[in-house]
């Protein structure tokens, strides 16, 4: 009687009879469905962190000549001002080819991103069709389902987030590779294994959970030893050491250091026990975004999720009983390998550094970092739907046999895949321009420093205001003091929004107010070459010209690279020489205009075609009675005008 049982148990596990045809033909399904549903992002734009990393990346922007730099420094370097703590090469490498074939040009980004996804959809689908013994109805909805999640928008969406697709893309050949390893022992199997893995890590830090999925994988579908198992753990592992060897070489530290309160707000308490019940906190909200994906947003940081009250906080114990009960359920079917312990297992080891409840990262929630841990919700969501209907696999020989015997699934996950589908295409439309984004993701969360911060530095981008008129112009300038006044009381310790500030009442001329915001934000982080440039602007606005040398100076030292500081300090020399001219007083003039005009050059060797650098140096030669030298970069800058036209 046991043995029927057994026999039993054991035909329902065992993977069906399926045609190769069926597999080919879904997961054609797969991709089709998969790019149609982000066919809408191909003509966006750059978005967000899109402009730190490509737009505005002097090395993405090198093409091919920059790969090897790219692979021998930090994600953002080229990017002025960049925190330079992590160490992702590959998207950038991708970037960097694609801008030397079309430069400036998002829309081939946009279009590999697309690409990228549909293909990790359909990667999903045959690895696990090939390893493991789940019906493959459950499969092709999992797929389906994880394709159209509206969580995963802001990956497709936001160019910058090809991270998080490459990563989960050589994860599953890595995978894949593995388990063929175990089956053939063949060198160049375990060799395909390491390298995808060395390639996820490149594309992303937090590619280092596969060490835990690995053998949790192999555990559940597998009947391979525990010692072979075991052996490429290890491999996996060395591969991670030798990973993080070369990223401490690169970014000179392992983890991220002094992140501000701004960004992760659990660090706006000191007390660890509230951090910590916070993050679990937040670990509720992830699995409610999985299950009810609306409303969406790019940003979630300080004060759009307060800190937990403490310890009898309903939204903490309610999360945290969740938890709890998720991973005794997972801990107590793990022996007898149910698919459900898997998904548990699977999902917790893949938000683990997500989390910030082991290590804190630089954000403490956003939707991105559900991308690869989504896979469990879906493979979960697919089983019970199926096991609600009892779907027979026997008879899953055709297409059409396929979706007949299929039917009351069907009916249930097209009615949730519409959903999705509408609720993707729609959130996709959001993120077409920053314009767009932020003015509604601010309805979403009106009390994000930071999102307030992103759309003020939208309105008054010089774009943005040359477009409008004088009339409209000043409204928008005081509409963008308005929302960066707002951050400020959310947030005052923060120095982009004072740099902000500033910039908002310098171009409604108030300098004085202008150098107040500047001089704020410089006592918060005095180490940012812009916050000093431009409260030397505001010196400079206001007369103070030797005070506004030595902030030009000052912002020179921490970033050599920029033509602005130099170009600046040339004007504020040129000023005191012309303050002496009209005094008639031409021998201090001339010292001024002297130390002006190899600045001015010096802004020209960097930006060859700075249009003011050549007619500030012009205008210098003439005020020292050199007409000749004056007419000539008077028409070198008549020239690049003519060039831009």
Not at 149 to 174: C, G, Q, W, Y
Not at 517 to 533: D, I, Q, T, V
Request: with cysteine; glycine share 4%.
């Amino acid at each position: 009687m046991k043995k029927q049982k057994h026999a039993a148990k054991q035909k329902q596990t065992e993977a069906p009879i399926v045609e190769k045809k069926l597999l080919i033909r879904l997961s054609l399904i797969i991709a089709v469905f998969s790019f149609i549903l982000y066919a809408n992002t191909l003509r966006h734009e750059f978005v967000l962190d899109d402009n730190s990393v490509i737009k505005e990346n002097t090395m993405t922007q090198g093409g091919v000549s920059s790969l090897k730099a790219i692979f021998s420094s930090a994600y953002r370097a080229g990017y002025p001002n960049a925190e330079n703590n992590l160490y992702r090469p590959l998207s950038k490498a991708m970037f960097a080819v694609e801008w030397q074939l079309s430069p400036d040009n998002p829309h081939i980004h946009h279009f590999v991103n697309v690409l990228l996804y549909a293909l990790a959809c359909v990667l999903l689908f045959i690895v696990l069709s090939r390893w493991t013994k789940i019906n493959i109805y459950v499969l092709f909805i999992t797929a389906l389902i994880f394709a159209a999640h509206p969580i995963h928008t802001e990956v497709v969406a936001n160019i910058k987030s090809r991270d998080e697709i490459l990563t989960m893309l050589f994860l599953l050949l890595s995978l894949n590779a593995a388990l063929n390893h175990l089956s053939n022992q063949k060198a160049l199997s375990l060799i395909a294994y390491l390298f995808c893995f060395f390639l996820a890590l490149l594309s992303k830090e937090s590619a280092i959970v596969f060490i835990a999925i690995v053998p949790l994988f192999i555990y559940f579908f597998t009947e391979f030893p525990l010692k072979k198992n075991l052996l490429l753990t290890f491999a996996a592992a060395g591969v991670a050491i030798i990973y993080l060897l070369i990223h401490k070489s690169v970014i000179g530290s392992i983890g991220l250091s002094n992140i501000p309160a701004i960004d992760n707000s659990l660090l706006i308490t000191d007390n660890i026990f509230l951090q910590k019940a916070t993050a679990i906190m937040i670990m509720g909200r992830y699995l409610l975004l999985l299950i009810f994906p609306h409303p969406l947003s790019s940003d979630y940081s300080f004060n759009t999720i307060p800190i937990v009250s403490g310890a009898g906080d309903p939204a903490f114990l309610i999360a945290l009983l969740i938890h709890v009960f998720l991973l005794t359920y997972a801990i107590k079917k793990i022996k007898g390998k149910h698919l459900l312990s898997f998904c548990i297992l699977f999902y917790l080891v893949s938000m683990s550094i997500a989390s910030n409840i082991f290590m804190t990262i630089g954000t403490h929630l956003a939707e991105r970092l559900l991308f690869l841990p989504s896979i469990a919700y879906c493979l979960a969501l697919s089983y019970l739907a199926c096991k609600l209907f009892k779907i027979n696999t026997a008879t899953a020989t055709n297409l059409s046999a396929f979706f007949r015997t299929a039917k009351p699934y069907s009916f249930l996950t097209a009615a949730l895949l519409l959903l999705f589908t509408f609720k993707t295409t729609a959130r996709n439309k959001d993120w077409r321009s920053n314009g767009v984004l932020f003015e509604k993701d601010l309805q979403t969360v009106p009390n994000s420093a930071h999102m307030l911060m992103y759309y003020t530095d939208h309105l008054l981008k010089k774009e943005n205001l040359d477009k409008l008129s004088p009339e409209a112009r000043q409204a928008q300038l005081i509409k963008a003091k308005g929302y960066i006044e707002k951050a400020l009381k959310i947030y005052e310790l923060f120095p982009d929004a004072h740099y902000l500030s500033g910039r908002a009442h310098y171009e409604l001329k108030d300098y004085e107010s202008a150098y107040r915001e500047y001089f704020r934000a410089l006592s918060l982080n005095p180490g940012k070459a812009m916050y000093h440039n431009n409260a030397g602007t505001s010196l400079f606005s206001l007369g103070r010209y030797p005070e506004a040398a030595k902030e030009f100076e000052t912002a020179m030292q921490l970033n050599p690279a920029d033509p602005d500081p130099p170009f600046n300090l040339g004007s504020a020399y040129g000023a005191m020489g012309e303050g002496y001219r009209q005094k008639n007083d031409m021998e201090n003039a001339v010292k001024m205009f002297n130390i002006a005009i190899p600045n001015f050059q010096k802004a020209i060797r960097m930006k060859p075609d700075y249009k003011s650098a050549y007619q500030f140096l012009g205008a210098t030669y003439m005020n020292m009675g050199d007409t000749v030298n004056g007419k000539i970069y008077l028409g070198k800058a008549a020239l690049v005008v003519e060039r831009k036209k």
